[in-house]
């Protein structure tokens, strides 16, 4: 297929929960299809960071309100409460809306152990965490 379009999103915001509940983070990018048999390429690029406790990074990949995937499972545990900043989590996931209306792609962020610890995402100024998305015609 031919890329019909291509968007990107760079998202600086700082991030963090200690809950093992999945929130919204702020990299979240809508795209309109031209085609129901469209396919969206989405590329995901997320700094994240263990901050102190015996716990882990989880990231899920969003569309609208459609879990796709959750693409970091106990990022960055160590087995001890050190910190840890691992640096990037990538993805790539190619998905298929079957729609012509807008639909908007997110990253979710939660802590692997519930109030230990705390999971970061954009933790430091000069981190940034992007996403691509490319509409892929059939």
């Known amino acids: 297929g031919l890329v019909l379009q291509v968007i990107n999103k760079i998202d600086d915001t700082y991030q963090a929960t200690a809950s ?13 299809p031209s085609a129901t048999s469209s396919k969206i390429l989405i590329i995901v690029e997320q700094k994240v ?13 969003m ?4 879990e796709l995937e959750q693409f970091q499972t106990i990022g960055g545990e160590t087995e001890t409460s050190t910190r840890n900043d691992f640096g990037t989590s990538a993805f790539f996931y190619l998905d298929s809306p079957s729609s012509t209306s807008a639909v908007t792609y997110k990253t979710q ?3 692997y ?18 996403m691509v998305l490319m509409e892929i015609s059939a």
């Open 20 to 32: 093992s509940t999945f929130a919204d983070t702020s990299l979240s990018q809508a795209i309109t």
């Open 113 to 130: 152990v519930n109030s230990t610890g705390a999971a970061r995402t954009n933790n430091s100024g000069s981190d940034k965490s992007s």
């Open 109 to 111: 962020i939660a802590n």
């Open 63 to 66: 569309r609208d309100t459609t």
């Open 49 to 61: 960071v263990k901050a102190s406790g015996n716990t882990g990074v989880k990231l899920n990949l």
